[in-house]
């Protein structure tokens, strides 16, 4: 006989009642056992693990407290300290006087660590990168594995300090933290005060400012705000704005202030090679998103020129991007000197020199000529070339220079690309007229190869040299070009080694009669024109022509022809030994009651170039002159008489050849 259905119907509610309990009575032995004996037993397991993990000893000494919650329990511990690995110079890596911590659960069952807030109170915490790569807060056993980390996002601090060492990178910095005072009337943390000083890859490093109470690292919604002021080495920096993110600089809005004694200076903290300056101070707005860094609208002064504009990096390719847009009202054109290798005084100090030693058209002096030099030496810095591509545009609009070198202004656009340097352009205004200058330099090259292309145009002569007071009512345009290949680490190696052409011609216009008298050495109009005034006379062409070759300049065609006097010259210019050996004769085209007619020597150095005449020479006209006139009076005066005539040059050939040798000369595309 079989069973009802009926009688077995009161079974199952059975069943789930003991499955219940099953399930309830663990947790409520949990609850009990934690409202009996609290959070504290945790602490043993959580030390085993880390070490287990990490090979390092982390100590829990005080209570522990947990709020239970989904997926982000919050929980606090006292006494907290995590050691350093063996390595490290410092035991601990951290300690606090409390911990308290929310920790995602959902990431941490992905096998990541991650801490959205963090709190810790009177903390010491001492990081250390070592060698091989090691980090000290790296929690792989070997600190090697940049995904052993902890994850932190939000970070808050109640007092502490904090340290860090790199050996390979000569950087060690202590800094302290203090919470700011509340303001009146309200509970809230002010906010954090810090202050920082050590060596920063060699350089002292100081530093204080303040920021918000909650440090965001990785917070990508939440601007942190901050003010910083800080020294490295001779570089200063001063900002005041916001930080999105600290550890990504997900996003950057400071106004920011940056002083310093050279631009290259910002190397060794940038990565990023900026040219050789005087000291410099800007200010303007530092701008981040994305892969681009943006300094816009800063103005101020590099030695004692103005500067001002817009500059970009952008990185994220083979290296940073450098684009930038420079103007000057007025640019000090010493404060060019640094860029191009020159030393600071350096040509004041070479005539200051020069001027020391004998004259080197002295024939009595021993001593060789003076040898102080005036080109540009300083090696260019090429190992830095390749940190970054650069556009950059500069333009000036009067520059400040000395009474010799009249100069008006200047355009230039650098582009530097795979450690190749272009000028195209770089344009002077001068003397009226304008230098189109282009200048390649081949930093992948050892030394540098180096290209230079020069066109003159319209050069006004009255303008070229101002310090020629004879020179001032004389009328004529200068045209020619330089085209000059070399190879060396500086300007003066560049030019020493230098092949090429270089021409200059002027055809037409007018010209001081006394100095040209005065170049002929023609006496007795000298004195004439010193007591009736100066005139002007016929230009009828100039044309100095060379050919350079290892750094030597020597003349294919020197002339001078006026309606007067024709200048014809000869000789050298070295460029490595930065010496002038010139001579000039003239050939009169009138008669002179009165002349000396010997030739004109330029020689001497850079430094010191001196103008004198064959002292032999004149001499023996001098004492001939006497014998003379010891026999007869009149017949004193028949050595020191220049018959003449001269003959007009053929100055059309010479304009001619000088035109077409530089443009024979260009080096093919």
């Known amino acids: ?124 915490v001492f990081l250390e990168q070592g060698s091989a790569g090691r980090q000290s807060w790296l929690l792989d056993p070997q600190q090697q594995d940049p995904g052993a980390r902890i994850q932190i996002d939000r970070l808050t601090l109640d007092q502490g300090q904090l340290g860090f060492d790199d050996a390979l990178q000569k950087t060690s910095i202590r800094a302290k933290l203090a919470s700011l005072a ?36 990785r917070d990508d919604s939440t601007p942190y705000p901050l003010t910083i002021d800080a020294s490295v080495g001779q570089t200063r920096v001063r900002a005041q ?62 030695g004692r020129s103005d500067i001002g504009g817009s500059l970009e990096v952008k990185t994220g390719g083979p290296r940073p991007a450098l684009t930038a847009e420079l103007s000057s009202s007025l640019l000090d ?79 230039v656009h650098l582009s530097l690309k795979d450690a190749v340097l272009t000028l195209d352009p770089l344009n002077f205004g001068l003397a009226g007229g304008e230098l189109n200058t282009v200048i390649k330099l081949d930093g992948r090259s050892k030394p540098i190869k180096a290209h230079a292309k020069v066109r003159a145009r319209k050069i006004a002569l009255s303008k070229l040299f101002p310090g020629v007071e004879l020179n001032q009512n004389s009328i004529g345009q200068i045209n020619g070009e330089f085209n000059l290949s070399g190879q060396g680490n500086s300007v003066a190696r560049m030019l020493a080694t230098a092949d090429g052409k270089v021409g200059l011609v002027i055809s037409g216009g007018q010209i001081s009669r006394l100095m040209m008298e005065k170049a002929g050495l023609h006496l007795w109009e000298i004195l004439q024109l010193s007591l009736s005034g100066d005139k002007l006379i016929k230009l009828r062409c100039a044309v100095a022509d060379f050919e350079v070759k290892s750094g030597k300049m020597r003349t294919d065609a020197l002339v001078l022809d006026t309606q007067v006097t024709t200048l014809l010259g000869s000789g050298t210019i070295d460029l ?60 004193a005066l028949l050595p020191l008489i220049d018959a003449g005539p001269g003959q007009d040059s053929d100055c059309g050939q010479l304009v001619r050849e000088a035109r077409a040798l530089p443009q024979q000369s260009q080096p093919k595309k």
């Not at 303001?183 to 060596?199: D, E, H």
């Not at 060699?202 to 109470?213: D, F, H, R, V, Y």
């Not at 940038?270 to 701008?287: C, H, K």
């Not at 020391?356 to 024939?363: E, G, K, N, R, V």
């Open 182 to 217: 509340p303001t009146a009337g309200s509970t809230l943390n002010a906010g954090l005060s810090f202050s920082a000083n050590g060596k920063y890859k060699g350089q002292t490093l100081k530093a204080e400012g303040s920021g918000g109470p909650v440090l965001a690292l």
């Open 1 to 124: 006989m079989t069973a009802s259905p009926v009688s077995r119907a009161p079974a199952l509610p059975r069943v789930l009642k003991w499955l219940a309990v099953a399930l309830i009575a663990p947790l409520l032995l949990a609850v009990l056992f934690i409202l009996v004996f609290g959070w504290n037993w945790l602490r043993a397991p959580i030390e085993r693990m880390a070490l287990e993990k990490t090979g390092r000893v982390l100590t829990i000494q005080g209570d522990m407290q947990v709020a239970l919650g989904w997926p982000r329990p919050r929980v606090s511990a006292s006494a907290v300290s995590f050691a350093n690995p063996a390595w490290a110079q410092e035991k601990q890596m951290f300690t606090a006087d409390a911990v308290e911590l929310t920790l995602d659960l959902s990431q941490l069952i992905g096998g990541k660590l991650v801490f959205p807030e963090l709190r810790l109170e009177r903390p010491v």
């Open 333 to 411: 054109l010493a404060d060019l000197g640094p860029l191009i290798g020159a030393r600071p005084g350096s040509v004041q100090a070479a005539k200051k020199a020069a001027a020391q030693l004998p004259s080197a058209l002295d024939s009595t002096a021993n001593k060789t000529p003076a040898r102080a030099r005036v080109l540009p030496d300083l090696p260019f810095n090429t190992e830095r070339w390749g940190s970054v591509d650069a556009e950059v545009g500069l333009r000036a609009k009067a520059l400040k220079r000395d009474k010799e070198l009249p100069l008006e202004d200047l355009v």
């Open 576 to 635: 490595g030994q930065e010496q002038i050996d010139l001579t000039f004769n003239q050939k009169t085209k009138k008669t002179s009651p009165l002349a000396l007619r010997s030739p004109i020597y330029v020689r001497g150095s850079f430094a010191k170039p001196e103008v004198g005449v064959d002292k032999t020479r004149v001499a023996a006209r001098a004492l001939g002159a006497v014998a003379l006139g010891l026999i007869n009076p009149l017949l």
């Open 241 to 302: 704005g916001s930080i999105t993110s600290l550890l990504k600089f997900t996003a950057v809005d400071l106004n920011m202030a940056l002083s310093g004694d050279n631009l290259a200076q910002l190397y060794p903290l940038l990565g990023i090679a900026f040219p050789t300056t005087r000291s410099y101070v800007t200010a303007g707005q530092l701008r981040h998103s994305g892969n681009s860094w943006r300094y816009d609208k800063f103005s101020g002064r590099i």
